[in-house]
Nanobody, 115 residues
Framework: QVHVLESGGGLVQPGGSLRLTCSAP????????MAWYRQRPGEPRDWVAH???????TYKDAVSGRFVISRDDAKNTVTLEMNSLKPEDTGVYYC?????????WGQGTQVTVSS
């Protein structure tokens, strides 16, 4: 099991911002395409943003223009800047390779957007 740690979630009002960070020991991210996934209550987990090993970014339409995914391979971190948050962004956020590996799933970080 790889000890991936997601952090930075919390409660925020609509229109607010959060910055999520994913980290893990060792050099386990740099050669792989990485993604942030979201699981909303009652729904399956699905990716919302991913970044290739070369830095090419792709977003789901629902978050395009509001979220920015970045990576720092020297620090072995992947971040997700989330702006103009909406109630429908509420969920647990995870990072993992894409396609995901079962051994990479961490505990996730809860994001709640509510007034």
């Amino acid at each position: 099991q790889v000890h991936v740690l997601e952090s930075g979630g919390g409660l925020v009002q609509p229109g607010g911002s959060l910055r999520l960070t994913c980290s893990a020991p060792g050099n386990i991210f740099s050669q792989f395409d990485m993604a942030w996934y979201r699981q909303r209550p009652g729904e399956p987990r699905d990716w919302v943003a991913h970044i290739t090993s070369r830095g090419i970014r792709t977003y789901k339409d629902a978050v395009s223009g509001r979220f920015v995914i970045s990576r720092d391979d020297a620090k072995n971190t992947v971040t997700l800047e989330m702006n103009s948050l909406k109630p429908e962004d509420t969920g647990v956020y995870y990072c993992n390779r894409i396609p995901p590996l079962n051994t990479y799933w961490g505990q996730g970080t809860q994001v709640t957007v509510s007034s």
